[in-house]
T-cell receptor, first 119, second 116 residues
Framework: GAVVSQHPSWVICKSGTSVKIECRSL??????MFWYRQFPKQSLMLMAT?????????EQGVEKDKFLINHASLTLSTLTVTSAHPEDSSFYIC???????????????FGAGSRLTVL | AQKITQTQPGMFVQEKEAVTLDCTYD???????LFWYKQPSSGEMIFLIY??????QNATEGRYSLNFQKARKSANLVISASQLGDSAMYFC?????????????FGGGTRVLVKP
């Protein structure tokens, strides 16, 4: 089946540093990837949609300069949290829609998530 | 307005019994898809079941079934014969429009705790 690998699964960093999170589709080509953020005991909120080879589309209220998204290939999208602050601490999850992915085009496949803690 | 509403923040269910998780949605699109995902404490999102707006029959996947009432705009999840491993957060989500690459909007979630 379709597998999405997300790395790192958890990261702790100091305030002011930048952190990169990778999202890879392992057995299919992901034309579109979505990045979600989930605060404790809350739902998933979409941050941005990235399409391979083009600029990401950000949801209202999400700072594009702070959350840099790159989807340079059909199997890799990255989210970089720049100049991270404690309020950026959250669970970040990517999901991917593939070309002819397992279960058809109806289902997105999610990564296991990355827990970011900014000290 | 909330597009996906899950009114039950938490539920207890006895092992081996069935449980129904409520989900109502709001959309003006004629074509849309409804999903249920399970999120255990590890954080991964596990796809459970899908219902398309044009599907005439309710979706079923093993112990999961979706009670789709289009006129009421509800898509309740029924878990039969609950198991201890069913303890998790459950999210209802909607994809609007025909495009399979369209984004999902999630409800607030329901935490289910299965008691032995």
């Amino acid at each position: 089946g379709a597998v999405v690998s997300q790395h790192p699964s958890w990261v702790i960093c100091k305030s002011g540093t930048s952190v990169k999170i990778e999202c890879r589709s392992l057995d299919f080509q992901a034309t579109t990837m979505f990045w979600y953020r989930q605060f404790p005991k809350q739902s998933l909120m979409l941050m941005a949609t990235s399409n391979e080879g083009s600029k990401a589309t950000y949801e209202q209220g999400v700072e594009k300069d702070k959350f840099l998204i790159n989807h340079a290939s059909l199997t890799l999208s990255t989210l970089t949290v720049t100049s991270a602050h404690p309020e950026d601490s959250s669970f970040y999850i990517c999901s991917a829609k593939g070309q002819g992915a397992f279960s058809g085009a109806n289902v997105l496949t999610f990564g296991a998530g990355s827990r970011l803690t900014v000290l | 307005a909330q597009k996906i509403t899950q009114t039950q923040p938490g539920m207890f269910v006895q092992e081996k019994e069935a449980v129904t998780l409520d989900c109502t949605y709001d959309t003006s699109d004629q074509s849309y898809g409804l999903f249920w995902y399970k999120q255990p404490s590890s954080g991964e999102m596990i796809f459970l079941i899908y219902q398309g707006s044009y599907d005439e029959q309710n979706a079923t996947e093993g112990r999961y079934s979706l009670n789709f009432q289009k006129a009421r705009k509800s898509a309740n999840l029924v878990i039969s014969a609950s198991q201890l491993g069913d303890s998790a957060m459950y999210f209802c989500a909607m994809r609007e429009g025909r495009a399979a690459g369209n984004k999902l909007t999630f409800g607030g979630g329901t935490r289910v705790l299965v008691k032995p």
